[in-house]
């Protein structure tokens, strides 16, 4: 808009000067100021700049516009007032090792659950479910781990019992499926529920693909039998959302390969966490030990004291006598 206001200018320096006293020949209204007339431009970007200077939020003559074109001018929340609302419903600090993927997972999530093409289903349900567990299942505090879960999901919007029941009703109709079975249900085939969200989602073509969805999918080639390999998972993301769905598949085949890896971190961040809780028993243990073996020589050097002290008091009455 910069640009065209500039070009605006310049056209109306070419025409005739006017001032307050006579009147205007030239309309200076953005919205009937047509730079067709001005012999600086060829018509077809005289044509483009006009439709520019026109323009009106969400009256767009395309499809897009029509669909989500009453939503121009809603106001929405920002990430740092997501990340606001997280800390003041979870009220304690995160564990340092955590911060990341509190930060990262708020984010996120917040800027799928905002963008007006996002339709929740138990699909990503089941995505996000899984990711919570996963990053949160090894928390030191397990009651904190709790608390991040319920902040996380409020902080955005979403309803903790709702998200846990649309992820446990996904993941009980997994239960038992092979992987072609999952296959034909995501190219819309038969009546189940995943054929009936493949089928919603095969027909909007503005249908918004986020990681969480993507999670979901992983979680049921799992729960399939598929073995939980970087590569093998890749290969089965590409086919269901590629060739069975009719979507772009490379986000999703990245965000699978991105699951791997943060898993692996976090498999390693347990086994770290494991080997810390092991030696800090250890330390316990030895400390406890030391204890023991002060107690113990303490008690051995009163028990000396005392039959020194009864042969004193002896030797003592035996004089007297």
């Known amino acids: 808009m910069n640009f065209s206001s500039a070009i605006i200018s310049l056209a109306l320096l070419a025409a005739p000067a006017v001032n307050a006293f006579t009147t205007s020949s030239v309309s200076i209204n953005r919205a009937t100021t047509s730079l067709a007339d001005t012999p600086f431009f060829s018509s077809d970007i005289a044509s483009a700049l006009d439709k520019e200077i026109q323009y009106s939020p969400g009256k767009a003559d395309t499809d897009f516009a029509r669909k989500f074109g009453h939503l121009a001018g809603t106001e929405v929340r ?26 990262d997972l708020v984010g996120s999530l917040h800027l799928v659950i905002v963008n007006a093409r996002f339709v929740r289903d138990p699909v990503f349900d089941l995505g996000l479910v899984s990711i919570l567990d996963l ?11 709790k608390k991040i879960k319920t902040a996380i999901l409020t902080s955005v919007g979403l309803d903790e019992a709702d998200v846990d029941a649309g992820a446990a009703k996904m993941a009980a109709w997994a239960e038992g499926k092979s992987k072609d079975e999952i296959a034909s249900a995501l190219r819309g ?38 073995e939980q390999d970087m590569s093998v998972a890749y290969d089965v993301m590409e086919d269901w959302m590629g060739k069975c769905m009719g979507k772009p598949f490379y986000s999703a085949c990245s965000d699978s390969d991105q699951y791997f890896k943060q898993k692996g971190k976090l498999d390693m961040m347990e086994t770290m966490m494991k080997e810390i809780e092991i030696r800090e028993k250890k330390r316990m243990a030895d400390r406890l030990e030391a204890k023991a073996e002060v107690a113990l020589i303490a008690a051995e050097r009163e028990e000396k004291f005392q039959v020194i002290a009864e042969a004193e008091k002896a030797e003592t009455e035996a004089s007297k006598e």
Not at 189 to 203: F, H, N, R, T
């Open 189 to 226: 085939e038969g009546d189940s529920m995943l054929a009936e969200i493949a089928s919603a989602v095969k027909g909007d073509e503005y249908w918004m693909y986020s990681r969480f969805f993507g999670i979901g999918l992983i979680k049921m080639m799992e729960t399939a039998g598929v």
């Open 78 to 103: 920002t990430v740092e007032e997501a990340f606001t609302v997280f800390s003041d419903l979870l009220g304690i600090s995160v564990n340092a090792l955590y911060k990341g993927y509190c930060t």
């Open 135 to 145: 990053f949160l299942k090894n928390y030191p505090e397990k009651d904190n781990a």
